[in-house]
């Protein structure tokens, strides 16, 4: 089948792609906004190259011709070949088969050693883009900030997590570094439930494939105007997404000129989030992880909150400081017990007991047994409903009528 990618449209400060058919997405065209600048300018083939996680996605059709619109250069094309086939092999149902029909010529501009010398930081304002920056800025790195957000954009929607943006200035004006904005309505055409007959069990198209290059390819537009030729961002060990150590290879050199690299890979959450606050108060002081935060940075109802409370509390930091209310994570117990269980059910578990491993303080360790317990119980329920689903379904059925006697309340 053939995929048309259009001749993106600059619009000032915003760019709009566009592409035919649409497929799996919910709509043929999203747009980049780079709110703080007048105008993008950007080289074609750069243009060209922002499609990359939109041809990523579409190849898990199967057998895809994609007309670009501007001329790419045959050794990044290269590499998109090789990183579409290695992705669809462990993510995708069909078989890859991939070609690209390359576009028009675009005027022709060097790519120097030190033309593109400048470097950027994917900022998310967690544990993992803080401890990049730390560790960076030792180096004596001193990137760009890319303050990215959009609509449906969990933690990152400007009009409701509005902490999270307050915080990257902050970061911004206490290491004197520059904040680039950069604002995208990519979210609001990917749903998971269009793409899952494609996606091999378990995965998906957002968590599992797009974040890494959906997130580097935003700062194509904005990389020949700031001279940007190396990307950061931080990703923890056992991470399942698309920051993935598997995959930091694959996205290396999808972009003229630009390099991607993925840092933290070989530290566990645990050890990220601890280092940051032991060796870098004044930089963690910053954190705002949860998804759900508004003018708060802490909803203290969701298991990435409790996550970081157990690391917190358990290396005797100041919660007061962080802005997250133990009394509030101590009301909503219940609730966090069993966000956290089902966590650990679906995809958190080797983080969850290398985090329980850790623990010392006497508190945490409480809520580590009821927790554990929990988790057996449930597991175990989940097999013994499997097991009747399958061989008495008469049971069953009266199994989903009736209450649930498994209540999270281990006092």
């Not at 190396?230 to 399942?240: D, L, N």
């Not at 870098?280 to 992880?289: D, G, K, T, V």
């Not at 802490?298 to 209310?325: A, H, P, T």
Request: net charge neutral; proline share 4%; glycine share 4%.
């Amino acid at each position: 089948m053939d995929i048309y990618l259009h001749k993106p449209v600059v619009d000032n400060n915003k760019l709009i792609l566009s592409w035919d058919p649409s497929f799996c997405f919910l709509s043929n065209t999203y747009w980049i906004e780079c709110p703080d600048l007048e105008k993008i300018d950007c080289p074609k083939e750069k243009l060209s190259e922002v499609y990359f996680p939109v041809c990523l996605a579409l190849a898990a059709l199967g057998t895809v011709r994609f007309h670009l619109p501007y001329r790419v250069r045959q050794d990044v094309l290269d590499n998109w070949m090789r990183a579409i086939k290695e992705v669809a092999a462990v993510r995708y149902v069909r078989p890859c088969q991939v070609e690209f029909v390359n576009g028009e010529e675009d005027e022709p501009y060097e790519v120097c050693d030190d033309s593109y010398s400048e470097n950027a930081l994917l900022l998310g304002g967690g544990s993992e883009s803080l401890l990049t920056l730390a560790t960076l800025l030792d180096e004596g790195v001193r990137p760009y900030l890319i303050s990215l957000g959009g609509p449906l954009w969990a933690g990152s929607d400007p009009t409701i997590n509005t902490v999270k943006f307050k915080k990257d200035m902050e970061i911004a004006r206490e290491t004197g570094l520059q904040v680039i904005n950069i604002r995208s309505n990519f979210k609001e055409i990917v749903s998971d439930k269009t793409w899952r007959p494609l996606m091999k069990s378990g995965a998906s198209i957002l968590v599992a494939v797009l974040y890494c290059p959906f997130f580097v390819s935003l700062v194509y537009p904005v990389c020949h105007q700031f001279r940007i030729g190396r990307i950061f961002c931080g990703g923890e060990k056992e991470c399942i997404n698309a920051f993935a150590e598997w995959a930091e290879t694959l996205y290396a050199s999808v972009s003229r000129g630009v390099l991607f690299e993925s840092r933290l890979s070989e530290l566990p959450k645990y050890d990220v989030v601890a280092t940051l606050h032991l060796k870098y108060p004044s930089l963690a002081r910053h954190q705002n992880s949860c998804h759900f935060r508004t003018e708060k940075r802490w909803c203290c109802r969701c298991e990435k909150c409790y996550r970081n409370y157990f690391i917190f509390k358990n290396n005797g930091l100041d919660l007061s400081v962080l802005e997250l209310d133990e009394q509030e994570i101590i009301k909503n117990e219940r609730l966090l017990i069993k966000l956290t269980v089902q966590e650990m059910l679906q995809s958190g578990l080797k983080e969850w007991m290398h985090l329980f491993s850790l623990i010392q303080e006497p508190y945490l360790l409480r809520l580590k047994r009821k927790i554990l317990i929990c988790y057996h119980l449930t597991a175990l329920k989940d097999e013994l409903s499997l097991f009747v689903r399958k061989f008495a379904p008469g049971l069953y059925r009266l199994y989903r009528k009736s209450k649930d006697i498994f209540i999270h309340n281990q006092d």
